[in-house]
């Protein structure tokens, strides 16, 4: 199977200049098509079905004939492909009474349609692994080939995934309100699970958060693609030329984007601009401010830490018992207290972790990290030797067995 | 074409060639010429259509069984969790021929170690049986 939609647009598309589209635009068309196609009462799995087969079609048909409206093309393919299967089910004996039923159209709506499609798709009855393939193909617009890499399973197993949740969702009315927090908390799923092959899924979080915040004036929705950018602007440092992974205090500052650093600091800056004492920052904006200081800072050792310590103190508040509902938040938050307090405070703080994070490996990379802060040495080197031994990621193991090799050779 | 499973072991199999330390003690130049070599492997697999799939799995094991009726799931991490066979990960290759599957697991085992000599660690190779179900 070829890839049906590359990373770039079909080169044809510049002979057309008066009639500009691309694989971008096309796919910002996928909510308000999909949304139209569901107010008319079609079934979510057969409408997203045929909103797939018109957009493979649009891709043969528009760079020699651009279609004058995208999207009346697409709803009027898709209808036609709805009529097609609708048929070849009636020929096969199959009864089909929604071809009478014919619904009536409801009002059409813009920039909440990416919204009520994001409930949908993230509805609170699917496992995340669902709800993040199901977002990705409905609402972003992937084909189940490039999700299946993304998430390194076959394309079988990801198909079988997708068809399985299209029918959990089948009859959920789209006017049907929804879970902001679980939409939040998939798109932050979508973008963790980072740049596989040919499918960067940051980007696709990025893209899928700006047409998010375009629906909701919530701060969190904000708060979340700060972060995204904030952390994404660091990615072209955070691996050198030979693959390895280079740890933030380590990067080539010149390398971060710029761009995305501005745009991520005038975000957070705008959600936290409407919070007050009764509503408190949440989750997300404290993450993106948090990371919009380290991204300010021109070096590592002009990191402002008092005011991250500050923050993160904010964070562990969030919960009433972080050590055991957020010790990652503490563990950053120890990280903090050992840069504005010394090591041995910060390695303080890490014991009271041990019992309830000993078992992962960031517990044990923090203690490396503080030991190595404070000159130990052999210490940091023997922390960083049992990171490696529980870490789950092969590029983050091989970076922590470095790490404790060339301590060793320094002491 | 035939598929075999290679396999690397964090313990267990024949007595090694020669003692060596854990990586975290070797010279970090070893450590990158290792690791070098091991994505080397891969590309050369891939590179040749002859990679199916290569994993790696963490030293973490746990032992699990049915635990009866109205009982939950029995676990333990083995008889002997110090000294038992322990997978590391594995190369899953198809190739012309048996010959082949056994020159790729040598190749594999000449990975350099903490002084640059080949590790000469043994790989376990095993034929994978023809009409079991596979999924792509």
């Known amino acids: ?411 | 074409m035939t598929k075999y499973l290679l396999l690397k072991h964090y313990r267990g199999g024949p007595d090694p060639h020669h003692p060596f330390p854990p990586m975290d003690e070797w010279d970090p130049a070893a450590v990158d010429a290792h690791m070098a070599f091991l994505g080397h492997v891969t590309d050369m697999l891939d590179e040749r259509g002859e990679l199916v799939g290569v994993q790696a799995l963490t030293p973490d094991r746990t032992w699990v069984r049915y635990g009866g009726p109205d009982a939950a799931p029995v676990t333990t991490d083995g008889p002997h969790p110090e000294t038992s066979d322990l997978i590391a990960g594995w190369y899953l290759v198809d190739v012309d021929s048996r010959e082949r599957a056994l020159e790729i697991a040598a190749y594999v085992s000449s990975e350099p170690g903490h002084d640059g000599e080949p590790l000469y660690e043994w790989i376990d190779v095993r034929q994978i049986m023809d009409g079991g179900t596979s999924r792509g």
């Open chain 1, 1 to 411: 199977m070829t890839e049906r939609r590359g990373r770039s647009a079909p080169s044809t598309r510049s002979e057309h200049p008066a009639h500009p589209w691309d694989e971008r635009t096309l796919r910002g068309l996928i909510p308000r098509v999909l949304a139209g196609l569901l107010r008319r009462g079609e079934e979510f799995d057969v409408a997203e079905d045929a909103l797939q087969e018109a957009l493979v079609d649009a891709l043969r048909a528009w760079p020699e004939r651009p279609p004058r409206n995208p999207e009346a093309w697409l709803t009027t393919v898709a209808t036609r492909r709805l009529v097609d299967a609708r048929r070849s089910a009636a020929a096969r004996g199959r009864r089909e009474e929604a071809v009478a039923t014919e619904a009536p159209a409801g009002p059409t709506e813009n920039g909440d349609d990416t919204l009520l499609l994001l409930f949908c798709c993230c509805s609170p009855d699917l496992s995340p692994a669902s709800q993040m393939a199901l977002t990705l193909r409905a609402v972003a617009g992937l084909t189940t080939q490039e999700i299946a890499e993304a998430f390194a399973v076959p394309e079988a197993t990801m198909a079988q995934r997708i068809s399985r949740a299209k029918r959990q969702v089948r009859g959920r009315p789209l006017n049907q309100p929804g879970d902001l927090a679980v939409v939040l908390r998939v798109l932050e799923l979508v973008y963790v699970t980072g740049h596989r092959g040919r499918v960067d899924l940051t980007t696709e979080a990025i893209r899928l958060a700006r047409q998010l915040i375009l629906a909701t004036d919530e701060p969190e929705a904000r708060g979340l693609l700060a972060m995204m950018l904030l952390n994404h602007a660091r990615l072209p440092a955070r691996l050198d030329a030979h693959g390895h992974i280079v740890p933030l205090d380590r990067q080539d500052r010149s390398l971060w984007n710029v761009a995305e650093i501005t745009e991520g600091i005038a975000l957070v800056q705008s959600a936290l601009a409407v919070q007050s004492n009764e509503r408190p920052p949440g989750r997300y904006q404290i993450e993106a401010a948090i990371a919009a200081l380290h991204d300010d800072a021109p070096s590592a050792d002009e990191t402002d830490w008092i005011q991250i310590l500050e923050w993160y103190d904010s964070l562990v508040a969030l919960t009433d018992d972080p050590i055991r509902q957020d010790p990652a938040s503490l563990l950053g938050r120890a990280v903090a207290v050992g840069h504005v307090d010394g090591a041995p405070a910060g390695l303080r703080e890490i014991g009271n972790l041990r019992t309830v994070m000993g078992r992962h490996h960031r517990w044990h990379a923090a203690l490396g990290y503080l030991s190595e802060l404070g000159g130990d040495l052999p210490g940091a080197a023997d922390a960083y030797a049992a990171a490696a031994r529980l870490a789950i990621d092969v590029a983050e193991r091989d970076h922590l067995v470095r790490h404790a090799a060339r301590l060793r050779s320094a002491s």
